[in-house]
């Protein structure tokens, strides 16, 4: 899972992602008896990925965020800004 934090951090400036709790989700979204965890990229571009992109662009998480992603009991992800960080003037 570190890749997507890699891959938040180069888009946005210090942002982080808190993902724990929702790995059972993506497990078992990902995983097909079959092709393995081969879908489970697929499953983290669409349920991560592009719901973050979206969100940072609507402007609901500002630059520096920590955003937790938790998994409701309906399986559905919930995205959730954890604390406010002040801009640091460079």
Known sequence: MAPLSGIIAQTTTDAKADFYPARQVLA?????????????????????????????????FGEGATVKVDAAPTGDLVFAPVGVREPVAV
């Open 28 to 60: 078992a979204e990902g995983f097909d008896p079959v092709y393995g965890a081969r879908p489970l990229k697929r499953v983290i571009q669409r349920k991560i990925e592009n719901e973050l992109a979206m969100r940072f662009l609507q402007g609901e």
